[in-house]
Nanobody, 132 residues
Framework: QYRLVESGGALVQPGGSLRLSCTAA?????????IAWFRQAPGKEGEGVSC????????YYTDSVKGRFAISRDHTKNMVYLQMNDLRAEDTALYYC????????????????????????RGRGTQVTVSS
C-alpha cells in the first residue's frame, strides 16, 4: 500500500529542469513527518537524494545534486517538492518519496531507516529521464 503520491517526472533534455511533487495518499498524514526523496536507476541500488525536516528548516542533499536540486515543503498544501535544475543523464531514475519514521535524514546521511517496523511509507515513484 502506497502512502505517498509522486508526480512531475518527464523526459527532459540535458540542462533542463523539472519539479517533482510528493503528497499524501488519502488517509495518510505527512504534515508532521520528515520527507526524503530517493531515486533508483535500472541495475543500481536506491540512493538518497535529498531530505527535509518537519519544519523545513533543515534540508540535506547528496553530493551529486548539491547546487542543482532544491527541496522544499508547503504545509498549507501538504506537499513536498524537489526542484531539479541542470539535469544530467546520470539523474535518470525512478524518483520516490519516503516519510518518517522510515528515513534517516542527516547532513551526511540520507538513507532508509531499516530499524522501523513494517513497510516504509513511500510512493510508487515518478520517472525522470534525461536524454537528448
Amino acid at each position: 500500500q502506497y502512502r505517498l503520491v509522486e508526480s512531475g517526472g518527464a523526459l527532459v533534455q540535458p540542462g533542463g529542469s523539472l519539479r517533482l511533487s510528493c503528497t499524501a495518499a488519502p488517509g495518510f498524514e505527512m504534515d508532521w513527518r520528515g520527507i526524503a526523496w530517493f531515486r533508483q536507476a535500472p541495475g543500481k541500488e536506491g540512493e538518497g537524494v535529498s531530505c527535509i525536516t518537519v519544519s523545513g528548516s533543515q534540508t540535506y542533499y547528496t553530493d551529486s545534486v548539491k547546487g542543482r536540486f532544491a527541496i522544499s515543503r508547503d504545509h498549507t498544501k501538504n506537499m513536498v517538492y524537489l526542484q531539479m535544475n541542470d539535469l544530467r543523464a546520470e539523474d535518470t531514475a525512478l524518483y520516490y518519496c519516503v516519510a518518517d519514521p522510515y528515513i534517516d535524514c542527516e547532513e551526511d546521511r540520507i538513507e532508509l531507516e531499516t530499524r522501523a517496523p513494517g513497510e516504509p511509507y513511500r510512493g510508487r515513484g515518478t520517472q525522470v529521464t534525461v536524454s537528448s
